[in-house]
């Protein structure tokens, strides 16, 4: 599936920069942040802040770019279907 990008500040209190990931019909299905580099857990990654339909749940994963944020929303979209 083909996600479409929009980056946005999140007001987090720390790492605002993010990302709007839209999936089919251009419904909002994911709000990414990004890791500062100070982050203690996961510096410099990108978070799963929030997700919508079947990237709802209690696990918010990191990952190391957005490349792996995308296979990952791809994945979890397809099996949701």
């Not at 946005?8 to 709000?31: H, I, N, P, W």
């Not at 918010?60 to 979209?77: G, K, S």
């Amino acid at each position: 599936m083909s996600l479409t990008l929009q980056p946005v500040r999140v007001a987090t209190g720390s790492d605002e920069e993010g990302m709007l990931v839209f999936g089919k019909g251009q419904r909002l299905v994911a709000v990414l942040t990004h890791l500062s580099e100070r982050n203690e857990i996961a510096p410099g990654q990108w978070y799963l802040e929030a997700g919508f339909g079947p990237l709802e749940g209690p696990s918010h994963p990191t990952f190391v770019d957005l490349e792996a944020a995308q296979a990952w929303i791809n994945q979890r979209l397809a099996k949701g279907r």
